[in-house]
Nanobody, 120 residues
Framework: QVQLVESGGGLVQAGGSLRLSCAASLSFFRINDMGWYRQAPGKQRELVASITSGGTTNYADSVKGRFTISRDNAKRTMYLQMNSLKPEDTAVYYC??????????????WGQGTQVTVSS
């Protein structure tokens, strides 16, 4: 089964850190771009950070300098190191990957989401 599984969310005080992980199943034949999105209550889902298969990164202005996205292609895993967390970072964080299974079509895949809550 082609799937993405996130982990690492939780409750943290403002100024603290969390590290999210997103593991892609072995059913993926190829994984291209990957990214982290988040959705706060009553708001639209927004891009937090993205990374290409070659390692080129892109960040939302609101997280630049605080968050770092990375990936380990051999482990099929993507990470989001979140430092200096703020209450406004509270949201459900979703992993996204563009890829395809052997014999399948290229498309976007989403994880189930992991809750990040930052208390003030």
């Amino acid at each position: 089964q082609v799937q993405l599984v996130e982990s690492g969310g939780g409750l943290v005080q403002a100024g603290g850190s969390l590290r999210l992980s997103c593991a892609a199943s072995l059913s993926f034949f190829r994984i291209n771009d990957m990214g982290w999105y988040r959705q706060a209550p009553g708001k639209q889902r927004e891009l937090v950070a993205s990374i290409t298969s070659g390692g080129t990164t892109n960040y939302a202005d609101s997280v630049k300098g605080r968050f770092t996205i990375s990936r380990d292609n051999a482990k099929r895993t993507m990470y989001l190191q979140m430092n200096s967390l703020k209450p406004e970072d509270t949201a459900v964080y979703y992993c996204n990957a563009d890829g395809f299974p052997l014999g399948g079509r290229n498309r976007d895949y989403w994880g189930q989401g992991t809750q990040v809550t930052v208390s003030s």
